[in-house]
Nanobody, 122 residues
Framework: QVQLVESGGGLVQPGGSLRLSCAAS????????MGWYRQAPGKEREFVAR???????NYRDSVKGRFTISRDNAKNTLYLQMSSLKFEDTAVYYC????????????????WGQGTQVTVSS
């Protein structure tokens, strides 16, 4: 059974930082491309960042320079380091995985986590 379990969300002030983690089980972690997506209230889910099996990363424009995605294949864990957080970063953040990169690129990964809430508020 595949499980992706996110943690690290919470309430943070604008300009603050958070580090999200996603612990994976039931998949061959290093054979899967991994990504973070988010969904704000009343909005559609959107791509945030992606890291492929070779470590190549991609980001949505609005988080470039502020967010860093990384993976630890030895720990089967995906990370998202978020800094200089803004009000508009408030959302539920989801971890996702798929061995086919095209499915990640088209927001159709096979595996999703349950999400972790990130709230940026003063």
């Amino acid at each position: 059974q595949v499980q992706l379990v996110e943690s690290g969300g919470g309430l943070v002030q604008p300009g603050g930082s958070l580090r999200l983690s996603c612990a994976a089980s039931g998949i061959i972690f290093n054979a899967n491309h991994m990504g973070w997506y988010r969904q704000a209230p009343g909005k559609e889910r959107e791509f945030v960042a992606r890291i492929n099996t070779g470590g190549v990363t991609n980001y949505r424009d609005s988080v470039k320079g502020r967010f860093t995605i990384s993976r630890d294949n030895a720990k089967n864990t995906l990370y998202l380091q978020m800094s200089s957080l803004k009000f508009e970063d408030t959302a539920v953040y989801y971890c996702a995985a798929d061995p086919i990169v095209f499915k990640m690129m088209t927001m159709r990964p096979s595996y999703w986590g349950q999400g972790t809430q990130v709230t940026v508020s003063s």
